[in-house]
């Protein structure tokens, strides 16, 4: 059968046996991911609306600034993030260091500029008329900005999966800011890396087909959804 399809049947066998430390570190991933993207969500839609919906002095350069912090190694934000929690740092007092608390901040930084971008870039793909329109008809700004959004809701959503994508992927921040402690902060990534360093192969590969499989899910999701709004539409 060979080294890779007995791996990959152990694998199966603990994914079945619901192991416990698989199932922690899917726990984890999961709970860390979502908070990250609700948390860029609230900041990073509205912001990508205003930049759309605004004209500025240097909005050219924060595009392209912003485009580029799209591509920010995970590894330099964990380095920020443990300079700002260690205890020696500005918010090393709060003790969050080694704490989902962390990853999540951490996270959040990460998928921030994802979320931001591909929103400014959904609200400059919607007809301006939406919004003129709306606003021509007396909706205060607040409610035409919930047109827009209405409007291109698969477009935002298609921004937060990639921003929960990116989340649920990352190593770097979970590992720095997580410490890895098992039952705590151990991540589906993390454990990955851990438990193959360790010869564990088996564990690993099977938290690496669960993280395919939520991430698989997700895209089914929202493409479930796109289809079911283009029947309705028919």
Do not use: W
Not at 167 to 181: F, P, Q, S
């Amino acid at each position: 059968m060979g080294y890779l399809g007995t791996s990959f049947s152990e694998a199966l066998a603990l994914i079945a046996a619901a192991d416990p430390d698989v199932i922690s570190a899917v726990g984890t991933s999961v709970y860390v991911s979502v908070c990250s993207i609700i948390a860029a969500a609230v900041i990073g839609i509205p912001l990508g609306y205003l930049m759309a919906t605004r004209v500025f002095p240097g909005k050219a350069i924060v595009t392209t600034l912003l485009q580029t912090l799209m591509a920010l190694p995970t590894v330099v934000v964990g380095l920020i993030g443990y300079a700002l929690f260690t205890h020696n740092g500005p918010l090393g007092p709060l003790g969050l260091l080694y704490t989902p608390v962390a990853m999540i901040a951490g996270e959040t930084i990460l998928i921030l500029p994802v979320v931001t971008s591909l929103s400014l870039s959904a609200t400059s793909s919607i007809n301006a008329e939406v919004r003129e329109t709306a606003l021509t008809l007396g909706a205060k700004p607040l409610q035409a900005a919930g047109a827009v959004m209405r409007e291109g809701r698969f477009a935002y959503m298609t921004a937060l999966a990639a921003g929960f994508g990116r989340a649920i992927g990352e190593v770097g921040i979970a590992m720095m800011l997580g410490g890895n402690i098992r039952g705590a902060t151990r991540t589906m990534t993390t454990a990955i890396a851990l438990e193959t360093s360790k010869g564990e192969f088996a564990l690993g590969l099977a938290l690496g087909m669960i993280l395919l499989t939520v991430a698989l899910a997700v895209n089914v999701f929202i493409r479930s959804l796109q289809a079911r709004s283009g029947e309705a539409g028919e």
